[in-house]
RNA sequence: GGAGAGAUGGCCGAGUGGUCGAAGGCGCAGCACUGGAAAUGCUGUGUGGGGCAACUCACCGAGGGUUCGAAUCCCUCUCUCUCCGCCA
């Protein structure tokens, strides 16, 4: 959630900021609800004074004499003012309701870093990594040489649930177990703290991140609990400290977490239909990190590296793409996607999405750190990324890592996660 | 699912209708004492909104009610703990 006094200060460069994004907020018209706002607010407060005043005056005459004829008089006037308190309490709710419910649906201004763009053409190739595998036999796409290996099985996981759902088999569920342990066994060497959050959250945690309330169509519910499957590992993981106040001292906190990320898919009917790439539910390994505003920006970078460092072990060939600013995620502020080449198709797709969020998440899910000896508290920064999803990493893995003969070898790293050297 | 108990500031814990934003302790910070430290003493120490100075308002799990006035009384909800039942 944007700051409102921000906003106020810089009304012109939030405005420009948002354009870029291809956002059309009438930032003015906040802005005149929040003077409407505090100019309720400061009549109700006086209100409020004067009332309280009355009341002190009914307790002291009260103790000096109880049946003293101006006590009566003194609640009829503490009534009246109650009355008038009332109907600006109504008024002013509804005016800060409506500017917060219109501030959840304002994305983030995106960083001055992030390059500006009006589509994904416009995205920065920033590095890339190892050398595209283009063999002389064909490749086949992953969900053939999947099926053919008996380790993906898609029909069935649609009987037994809906299309867009897998099935691994074998191997297959053994290489999707193993992918996620090297990762995470990688990651907490590495620094981060492993957890295993719930895979349902509440509404709340989803307005947290920034999901809710513009997105509900896109994540699965269940009506009678106010909960959610939760779409990626950053809505749990990310609310675990919502409403705390962190000493400065604990940041950063870095988290690594597993779990399913389950996604209605809303919307690209006819994308990506076969295979992996995009399914209901699918596995990720995420980082979290929380961190202190002025380190935000390079711990970004190094959790850009520590994702890549998983695709450089693995040995897979990828690109890291700055998003500019019309790509950029709702919450994001600055992200960096990690692409993964795909030979059958001979491109690159995302495996990892790596964003800061500034402290626009902290706002949302009241995220607080306070340094010892300062005053006051401040919103901390959050970020996250994938590291990585599982599926397409098995795909990257089973078109890579393909050989003439049609069978595939495992990447060296996984052999000790393995029962296996090749399939 | 059934029965009971509880939820107060960073922590512990007092507080059953008025001067309580809340005693006391711990912790923390500053000062004094010391060569330095410990111990001790003194002082200070919640969050958020408005003004951005004085000041003012709100917050004692959440929401509602009674009252001139609620941490204190009533209702609803949420969560935690204990016992029983069920269960991976």
């Not at 700051?3 to 420009?16: F, G, H, M, P, S």
């Not at 509900?216 to 939760?230: K, M, N, T």
């Not at 495996?351 to 998440?361: K, L």
Request: overall charge neutral; proline content about 5%; some cysteine.
């Amino acid at each position: 959630m944007l700051d409102i006094k921000v906003i106020r200060q810089n009304l012109e460069e939030c405005q420009t900021a948002l354009r870029h994004r291809g956002d059309n907020t009438d930032l003015a018209a906040l802005v005149a609800l929040d003077d409407q706002r505090r100019q309720l607010e400061q009549q109700r407060s006086a209100l409020e004074a004067e009332a309280n005043e009355v009341q002190k005056q009914v307790g002291k005459l009260k103790q000096s004499d109880p049946h003293h004829p101006d006590i009566d008089h003194l609640k009829q006037k503490a009534n009246q003012i109650k009355e008038k308190i009332a109907a600006l309490v109504t008024a002013e709710e509804a005016v800060r309701q409506q500017l917060h419910q219109q501030l959840l649906t304002v994305p983030n201004l995106p960083h001055p870093s992030t390059p500006i763009g009006s589509s994904e053409a416009d995205n920065r190739v920033v590095r890339t990594w190892g050398e595209e595998y283009k063999p002389r036999h064909p490749v086949l796409p992953h969900w053939e040489i999947g099926e053919k290996l008996g380790i993906l099985n898609f029909e069935r996981a649609v009987k037994v649930a809906q299309t867009r759902f897998v099935n691994l088999v074998g191997a297959g569920a053994q290489l999707e177990r193993a992918l996620i342990n090297f990762m995470l066994a990688e990651h907490s060497r590495r620094g981060y703290q492993e957890v295993m959050p719930p895979f349902l959250v509440n509404s709340q945690s989803l307005q947290g991140t920034g999901q809710l309330p513009k997105f509900a169509s896109d994540a699965f519910r269940c009506q009678e609990d106010d909960l959610w499957l939760v779409p990626t590992a950053e809505v749990p993981v990310t609310n675990l400290y919502r409403d705390e106040i962190l000493d400065s001292s604990q940041l950063p906190i870095k988290h690594c977490a597993y779990t399913p990320c389950f996604r209605r898919e809303a919307g690209s009917y006819g994308r990506d239909t076969r295979g992996l790439i995009r399914l209901h539910q699918f596995n990720k390994v995420e980082l979290v990190k929380f961190v202190l505003p002025s380190e935000s920006e390079q711990e970004h970078e190094s959790l850009v590296q520590d994702a890549e460092h998983i695709l450089q072990l693995l040995k897979l060939p990828y690109r890291v793409v700055e998003l500019c600013t019309a790509d950029l995620g709702f919450a994001a502020r600055k992200c960096y996607d990690l692409e993964v080449w795909l030979p059958a198709a001979g491109q690159y797709r995302e495996i990892s999405s790596c964003s800061n969020f500034g402290d626009f998440q902290a706002r949302r899910a009241n995220l607080r750190y306070k340094t010892k000896g300062k005053k006051g508290t401040e919103f901390l920064h959050t970020l996250n990324g994938s590291g990585l999803a599982i599926g397409r990493t098995m795909c990257a893995i089973l078109e890579n890592y393909q050989q003439p003969d049609g069978r595939v070898l495992m990447p060296t790293v996984l052999h000790p996660f393995l029962g296996y050297t090749a399939l």
